[in-house]
């Protein structure tokens, strides 16, 4: 089993940054994937970014050379840098955990991009 709370969500003006941070209950290093997605009312979930045992990472195309993923393993946390905010960006995230065979999910934070 794998615990995931996020926090650092919110609102915040076009143009403006954010960071959001996801606790994981184990250890990271060990887990196969880890990621953040996203869902806007209406829609459905997307994957925003993720980020590989190996190191790797994986974007969005609407959020490369604005959002960057990242990991402390010493801390257990996944963490998302969000630069040059838009209203578009404007959603549910959610943290997400994939780990032999299994996949868990945070309860999600509001961001809210508007002026």
């Known amino acids: 089993q794998v615990q995931l709370v996020e926090s650092g969500g919110g609102l915040v003006q076009p143009g403006g940054s954010l960071r959001l941070s996801c606790a994981v209950s184990?250890?990271?290093?060990?887990?196969?994937?880890m990621g953040w997605y996203r869902q806007a009312p209406g829609k459905q979930r997307e994957l925003v970014a993720a980020i590989f045992s190996a190191g790797s990472t994986n974007y969005a195309d609407s959020v490369k050379g604005r959002f960057t993923i990242s990991r402390d393993n010493a801390k257990n946390v996944v963490s998302l840098q969000m630069n040059s905010l838009k209203p578009e960006d404007t959603a549910v995230y959610y943290c997400?955990?994939?780990?032999?065979?299994?996949?868990?999910w945070g309860q999600g934070t509001q961001v809210t991009v508007s002026s």
């Open positions: 184990r250890n990271i290093f060990s887990i196969n994937v």
């Open positions: 997400n955990a994939r780990d032999g065979g299994q996949s868990y």
